[in-house]
């Protein structure tokens, strides 16, 4: 009896992560997040410079200020937040690109256009508008 009830626990605990993922982190959340305005606070210079360089290198795909489009997800997003995705993990994926894992959007390319400093000032402006819509 007992080695059944470990094969149900253990069916239950794949199937509720399994639920867990598909409904958090799909498509739909993506078009969720892109509908929903959020706020854009006042910013610092870094972070105002980083708003630049990132509707210049990263809104064609990421949409304007990080709010997700066709080609990207919203940065604006739970998934991003630093506990789960570190200020490393925006520079690695800026600098060597990321294959897709929380959405169907496709692998990110490296951006070679964007440069350390840059790279840094977006990293800001993305933190700060996390932080001002309560992804901290």
Known sequence: MGRYA?????????????LFWSTSNDQKSARDAYENSYVVPPLSPA???GRL????ACATCHGRDGSGGAGGPPLIDRIYEPSHHADDAFRLAISQGVRAHHWNFGD???????????TETIIAFVRAVQAANGIE
């Open 6 to 18: 470990f094969w149900i626990l253990a069916g239950a605990l794949i199937f509720a992560a399994w």
């Open 53 to 56: 360089a990132f509707n210049e």
């Open 108 to 118: 990110m390319p490296p951006q070679p256009g964007v440069g350390p400093e840059e």
């Open 47 to 49: 972070a105002e410079a």
